[in-house]
């Protein structure tokens, strides 16, 4: 996967490289190229987040959180996150103080997958994902809604106790340290 996005982006450089070697591109060439490379990168992007789905190992790295109050804060994405490994999905909010009960200022809640469905929709491709989770913590309900690409997401995670936080940012695929993300000591 990715030598096949490497081989893509080298392509596109070398086309870039001789087009400017030839002659000053107009404006219309220009546009028509950028448009291209656009299109090239999408297609790796949402390639990309449809193997992570199919292979149920993903991470919504989150740069917004939203409470049941509605108020909204910028958040690191780093630590502030839902993952699915395998049978295996973490949800973890922390704040910059470091106070709180996974070490880094939040919590760190994990729980086995009791069900996982995925629904694609046909006109935009973006994809629904609700699933259930189980834990020392209790149930969970996780509904992620996702563009083709995985540049725009969003979870709710939902408690049996009435409580709710939303999640806004990115999907990204779990590639172990790839993924750039901090767990703290899981909580409960």
Do not use: C
Not at 24 to 34: D, F, G, N, S, V
């Amino acid at each position: 996967m990715k030598k096949l996005a490497l081989s893509i982006v080298t392509i596109l450089f070398v086309i870039v490289a001789s087009a400017q070697e030839q002659a000053p591109l107009t404006k219309q060439e220009k546009k028509a190229l950028r448009q291209e490379q656009k299109r090239q990168s999408e297609i790796i992007l949402a390639r990309n987040t449809s193997e992570a789905l199919r292979t149920g190992r993903f991470v919504l790295k989150a740069d917004q959180l939203r409470g049941r109050g509605g108020y909204v804060m910028h958040v690191n994405p780093t630590t502030n996150f839902v993952a699915v490994e395998g049978e295996e999905a973490y949800v973890q909010v922390a704040s910059a103080s470091g106070i709180g009960f996974n070490g880094i200022g939040g919590v760190t809640l994990r729980g086995k997958i009791t069900s996982f469905e995925v629904e694609q929709g046909k006109k935009h491709g973006s994809y629904n994902i609700v699933m259930n989770t189980m834990g020392t913590s209790g149930p969970l309900t996780i509904v992620m809604n996702i563009n083709k690409t995985g540049e725009m997401a969003s979870a709710s995670v939902h408690t049996n106790y009435g409580s709710r936080v939303d999640m806004n940012g990115v999907l990204v695929p779990w590639t172990g340290t790839g993924s750039k993300i901090y767990k703290g000591r899981e909580t409960y």
